[in-house]
């Protein structure tokens, strides 16, 4: 009996420590942060900045885009310039994104940030060919406006010069 | 610690180095002037090659090398198309310039011009918009120095902004107008050259088809010819480069200075010149992703792929190139401002009868306050780059079509005149706060539109050109 109740909190022991090693212990004890904009991203570019908690200096920052969150579709790495903590991405198209920053510190420990999600939807393009066209239409008539009061001008002094 | 592309000291010698031959140049230039017509307008003399030097040399601002190369970035390839576009503000000036000094033979400013086409309260509203335009230019010009010898080199933002102020205000005041164009003949060969030369090694060290395959597979939203916000972008940058040059007395008291038959040539060929000058720095921008480049900043784009790819050669080149840009329009910006101050408040308004001299002296008081009054504004760095440029594209908008049917239209008044460009930057303001910057100039420039026509269909006046001579003017001690 005594036996039996020893083998159970063994097990019971094992099973704590499996779940603490399974823990997220990159994320808890991360001292990266990330973030980015927080509405829905228009033109298809953005920044995003990445923070630290930890005394100790990160190198190698690195941005981790993904169309899942766990990161196992289309993951691209965008490596961040220098030692700037601030990177501007540039030529998403519509979807949402998943984002993750990586570092590493001097004993080359690699630490995870939290996930954040972008989302990218363009303007529609009926939006933006209707202003296309208004300032299409605009342009023509003010460069028509120009050459023919201009040329009308040259007429009349070329006109008054001959009298 | 930051990796700079060159050494805080290296960028201080180039600065020093610089700054030592521009002011020493425009000493040496200043001494040719012997009254305000030859300080403000370089004696109304100016040969065709100065001429269209000046004009590319002016428009190739510290926006062209750095904010062309981001709009790629941001927009791909529309993104430097749509900026190479604003080359049409100088090409369609061409014409208005020959009819600017036709009209104006003894003019000095385009508020000049406003006051005697249109009268008193359409001066008041064109003064307002071009001061808010000169200072939003100025104050951006003073901040993109600082922020580009900090980028480059490591060197403090307000030391390296106070010496580009210093070394422009230095130059301008010594030598004047004569002393802007000269100093930006050398600086439009600078930059040509320096933009060819990083053109050229960029493609040969990193290859086109490299850079379009890489765009294909990981960003074909920079090679869509359909992008949505970039389309919207278009028109509204041309408008607001119209705006800009069409009122600015930057380019009025340029085509003013140009000998006769001079400014329509001067003009077209300047606008002609610049117009690559936009793809070949925006180009830059799109071998980024290739390279692994992804800055904290867009607008850093140009100078860190530049220093990249050419190393620590490149840099310099990116430096003296980014830095020749700056100066030449910081210069003509101090001294075409100052000459707005100078003619049409202090010798219109305050003293009709001063001497030649004391213009001169006021003259070059205003280039050092104005001088001053940037440094002190750009001393907090108050916005970003881009915010104050988008803001103001919203005013210079409003003055397009007022000032194009005033040098050809005798029909609109100046009533007509001041409600377009004080309800076209209103409606442009509107725009730009509850749509975007995308809106802001292109509202701006319509509304402004619509009330001339208005204007010119109600109106059964017609203005008598002569009214704008109004002869010499300066009065000899």
């Given at each position: 009996m005594t036996i039996q109740k020893n083998c159970f909190n063994y097990r019971y022991i094992l099973l704590v420590l499996c779940f603490l090693s399974v823990l997220p212990t990159t994320t808890l004890a991360s001292p990266l942060k990330l973030s980015g904009p927080d509405s829905v991203v228009k033109e298809g570019y953005f920044t995003v900045s990445v923070s630290t908690t930890a005394a100790a200096e990160l190198n190698r920052v690195t941005i981790e885009v993904a169309s899942d969150s766990e990161f196992s579709e289309n993951t691209k790495q965008f490596p961040a310039l220098g030692d700037f903590k601030d990177i501007s991405l540039t030529g998403f198209s519509n979807g949402s994104y998943y984002l993750r920053a990586r570092a590493e510190d001097a004993k080359n420990q690699t630490y995870l940030s939290n996930t954040i999600e972008i989302t990218v939807k363009h303007y529609p393009l009926w939006q933006a060919l209707t202003l296309f066209f208004i300032g299409l239409v605009i342009f023509i008539t003010l460069v028509a406006t120009l050459l023919l009061l201009h040329r009308q001008w040259i007429h009349s002094k070329h006109h008054k010069h001959h009298d | 610690m930051t990796e700079f592309a060159l050494e805080t000291s290296t960028g201080i010698t180039i600065i020093i180095l610089f700054g030592v031959f521009w002011v020493a140049f425009g000493y040496w230039l200043g001494r040719k002037n012997r009254s305000h017509e030859d300080f403000?307008?370089?004696?109304?003399n100016v040969g065709f090659a100065f001429a269209a030097a000046t004009a590319m040399a002016t428009w190739v601002t510290s926006n062209t090398t750095l904010v062309a190369p981001q709009l790629t970035y941001q927009f791909g390839i529309w993104g430097m198309i749509g900026y190479s576009f604003a080359a049409l503000g100088l090409i369609l000036f061409a014409p208005m310039a020959k009819r600017i000094k036709e009209l104006l033979p003894n003019g000095y400013t385009s508020g000049d011009f406003v006051r005697l086409r249109y009268g008193n309260l359409a001066w008041l509203v064109f003064i307002i918009i071009s001061v808010v335009y000169a200072f939003g230019w100025l104050i951006s010009l003073g901040m993109a120095g600082g922020i580009l010898l900090e980028s480059l080199s490591g060197l403090d933002y307000h030391i390296g902004m106070t010496t580009i102020l210093t070394i422009c205000v230095g130059y301008t005041l010594f030598g004047g107008m004569r002393a802007v164009i000269a100093t930006d003949f050398i600086q439009a060969l600078i930059i040509i050259v320096g933009v060819s030369f990083i053109a050229y090694w960029l493609i040969d060290n990193v290859g086109l088809s490299s850079i379009h395959s890489n765009l294909t597979a990981e960003h074909p939203q920079l090679l869509d010819l359909l992008f949505p916000a970039a389309v919207m972008f278009l028109f509204n940058n041309i408008f607001f480069g119209l705006g800009e040059i069409f009122h600015s007395n930057v380019w009025w008291s340029r085509a003013l200075s140009f000998k006769k038959n001079v400014a329509y040539k001067a003009y077209l060929t300047g606008g002609l010149l610049w117009l690559p000058i936009p793809i070949v720095t925006g180009f830059i921008a799109l071998a980024a992703p290739q390279l692994g480049i992804f800055p904290p900043s867009p607008d850093m784009i140009g100078p860190t792929v530049a220093a990249a790819v050419l190393g620590k050669a490149g840099a310099i080149v990116v430096f003296i190139i980014i830095f020749s840009a700056l100066a030449s329009s910081l210069d003509s910006l101090l001294a075409a401002t100052s000459d707005l101050v100078t003619q049409d408040i202090f010798h219109k308004r305050l003293k009709p009868k001063a001497s030649d001299k004391t213009l001169m002296r006021f003259n070059r008081s205003c280039i050092l306050g104005l001088g001053i009054l940037t440094w002190l504004l750009c001393l907090p760095r108050i916005a970003t780059l881009g915010a104050l440029l988008n803001f103001a594209g919203a005013f210079v908008a409003s003055t397009i079509w007022p000032i194009l049917l005033g040098l050809y239209q005798r029909r609109l008044t100046g009533g007509y005149a001041a409600a377009a460009m004080a309800f076209g930057t209103l409606f442009g303001m509107l725009g730009y706060f509850a749509i975007g910057f995308y809106v802001a100039a292109l509202t701006s420039c319509a509304v402004s539109g619509l009330i001339c026509l208005v204007g010119i269909i109600r109106s059964d006046k017609k203005f008598d050109w002569n009214q704008l001579d109004e002869g010499e003017q300066v009065h000899a001690d």
């Open positions: - | 403000a307008l370089a004696g109304r």
